[in-house]
């Protein structure tokens, strides 16, 4: 059962290739966020080990992170923290940088948004080489989060970034792979 909703699910991504450069393949959650029965189900999915459990925020990575983590979040009567590009957030924030294909960036966190000893589940659309994802692990820690696990629809296994997140004692639950870029 679990195989055939998790294939639905897959059915509901759009793939365009040669996006943003030749020879890489978008995974376009847009459409899963479309189609009420898929964004349902992905949210359940999510939520389902957690349920039942304290979870005191879920903190979503921009941008497509916070359309899931909210709905995470609602759904497990959990606050919500956004992790954002740096400049993005009007209060006083902690940031950290990390390594892009090519140059760095930074993201950043409210330094009251979670507290000492909170646990924490990070969400976001897409595992690919864990640099973000890593960068917000790095910073809820920082903060004193117990980080629980790291959420994601989409894992893109080849690139490494869901063992980059393991490597760091972080569990990690997607819902399905693609092969490639």
């Known amino acids: 059962m679990e195989a055939r909703r998790h294939s639905a699910l897959k ?34 999915s999510l939520v389902h080990p957690f349920a039942g459990g304290r979870i005191d925020q879920v903190a979503g990575i921009e941008a497509r992170g916070f359309i899931l983590g909210g709905a995470v979040a609602h759904q497990l009567s959990s606050g919500f923290v956004p992790i954002r590009k740096k400049g993005k957030l ?27 000893g909170d646990r924490v589940i990070l ?13 917000a692990v790095n910073l809820l820690r920082q903060l004193g989060a117990e980080v629980v696990a790291a959420c994601f629809v989409i894992d893109l296994p080849e690139i490494g970034g869901a ?13 399905m792979e693609f092969e490639g870029h």
Request: glycine share 6%; proline share 7%; charged share 30%.
């Open 163 to 175: 063992q980059r997140l393991r490597d760091l004692g972080v569990t990690v639950r997607t819902l």
């Open 90 to 116: 009007p209060h006083k924030t902690v940031s950290t940088a990390y390594a892009l294909e090519y140059g760095t960036d930074e993201i950043e966190i409210h330094v009251d948004a979670i507290r000492p």
């Open 11 to 44: 059915d509901a991504i759009r793939s365009i290739p040669d996006y943003p450069k030749p020879g890489i393949i978008f995974r376009d959650i847009t459409t899963l966020l479309s189609d009420p029965r898929a964004f349902r189900r992905a949210v359940d």
């Open 123 to 135: 969400v976001d659309d897409l595992i690919a080489t864990g640099g973000t994802a890593t960068a």
